[in-house]
């Protein structure tokens, strides 16, 4: 479901003085809007068009870090500009700010107005033409879980995130009693993004204290992961206006599981049919879900930094926490890396456990979509399904360190060919820069273990 305002309807509400401010917003490598605040009345002018951001905000980090060596922009070369172009399609009212409206934008090269390659946005849109090509449209959904803090995000960094509180004092998975204490969060945060023309379905408690779920209906693969940033962003703001933190980190604390962003996948045909439904084949699994599933478990150690992206995200990787540790799949099975889901109805589809809260969804699905096509290009044989505990088995692991996984992204041949090597370059580089900063701090843990003892 795209945005919810047509350029028209803006120019209505912008001349009634209902809308003042238009936020203009381009997807970052870390899956963060990044963009401008316009005057309304600017922006459905001129600004509509058209608008310029510095070519750094693809070469960051999570600190906003101007990281050397990228090829694509750097001190040597000035950062120069980009142009965000608005995609008008995703256009919405945005509830919880006062007079606000808010539009996604394509990220392009300032002199020949092509796409970046690299932006996220772009890498997806690819993926999604090759599958378009062949006649198949991705259907994607995200389950998006995350923290809820009592505390208020200034207060917690003025403590230095020492004393972090979560929001209930036990784990609330489907908890009914306790989720009706955080309404004033939860319910502000299901409404605020239906408001916004995102079409919310649930939200819930999760297996954690303090742990929260929310659900969005499935869509195409550039809407789902375009509701999944808008959800983002939304979930912080209000619950920044409550007084309250919230953190899509993968795993905020060892003694908690993580949060997790399950991606549900399946393919349609161009009439609509579903292309992973054939009700005489085994699970009602057709042999074309058979072979994009093949090409996802052959291919996953070389996606997995895309599905978890940095240091921290491999610490959710444990077992008996409902995060997977092999790349095995299953039947309804929460313990493997793939669970299908839906057998014998129309709806089967699979679900990816792998990625955690901190993932960027465009980078994510474009990834899988990738493997995906190389498994039907190759025809490959599904292996058996899996059964029992997948904690146990000895299936193929996914990577143990951000390390490994950077190191499998750069040898991949199948992303090279489906992404281009620029941009598999462009974020091994992030990956590995990350594994740098890490590698140079000294934790409270290590500081905790060894000031007396070593």
């Known amino acids: 479901m795209p945005g919810n305002l047509t350029h028209d309807s803006l120019k209505a509400a912008v001349a009634s003085g209902s809308i003042d401010t238009v936020l203009a917003c381009g997807v970052d490598m870390q899956g963060r809007l990044m963009g401008k605040r316009f005057h309304a009345q600017h922006f459905v002018d001129s600004a509509w068009r058209e608008t310029h951001c510095c070519n750094y905000l693809l070469a ?69 033409a090759r599958l378009e090509a062949m006649g198949l449209r991705a259907m994607m959904a995200t389950e998006l879980e995350f923290f809820l803090f009592r505390e208020s995000y200034d207060a917690l960094r003025d403590s230095n995130f020492a004393g972090l509180t979560p929001i209930s004092g036990y784990n609330e998975d489907y908890h009914i009693f306790q989720t009706t204490k955080e309404e004033d969060v ?95 084949a085994p699970d009602t699994m057709s042999a074309l879900m058979r072979q994009f599933t093949a090409g996802q478990l052959a291919h996953t150690a070389e996606i997995c930094y895309f599905l978890a992206p940095y240091v921290n995200s491999y610490k959710r990787f444990q077992s008996g926490t409902f995060a997977p540790t092999s790349t095995v799949w299953s039947t309804d099975n929460r313990t493997a890396g793939y669970r299908l889901c839906g057998a014998g109805t129309k709806a089967v ?28 290009e190759g025809q490959m044989e599904l292996p058996p399904a899996f059964a029992g505990d997948a904690y146990a088995g000895d299936a193929p692991a996914l990577p143990r360190t951000l390390r490994d996984a950077a190191d499998t992204l750069e040898g991949s041949a199948m992303l090279r060919a489906a992404f281009g090597d620029a941009v598999i370059d462009h974020y091994t580089h992030a990956a590995r820069w990350e594994v740098s900063q890490a590698d140079r701090v000294v934790t409270d843990w290590e500081v905790q273990r060894g000031f007396e003892r070593c």
């Open 349 to 376: 589809r699979m679900e990816c456990r792998i990625g955690g809260a901190d993932l960027n969804p465009y980078l994510a699905m474009a990834a899988l979509i990738a493997a995906g096509i190389a498994g039907i």
């Open 60 to 128: 960051t980090d999570l600190e906003m870090h101007t990281v050397p060596g990228y090829a694509s922009s750097s001190w040597q070369a000035g950062y120069g500009d980009y142009v965000m172009q608005p995609d008008m399609t995703t256009l919405r009212h945005i509830p919880w700010l006062e007079g606000t409206a808010l539009v996604l934008c394509d990220i392009l090269d300032h002199h020949t107005h092509a796409e970046v390659p690299h932006s996220p946005r772009a890498i997806l849109k690819r993926q999604v």
């Open 186 to 280: 939860m319910r502000a945060i299901r409404n605020g993004l239906y408001g916004a023309g995102i079409p919310v379905e649930n939200s819930k408690g999760e297996a954690e204290a303090g742990q929260e779920e929310i659900n969005v209906r499935y869509s195409d693969a550039l809407d789902t992961a375009d509701n999944h940033s808008v959800v983002k962003n939304g979930c912080k703001e209000i619950a920044w206006s409550k007084g309250r933190a919230v953190t899509f980190m993968a795993k905020w604390h060892h003694d908690r599981v993580g949060s997790s962003s399950h991606v549900h996948m399946s393919l349609l045909h161009a009439d609509g049919a579903s292309a992973f439904h054939d009700p005489d």
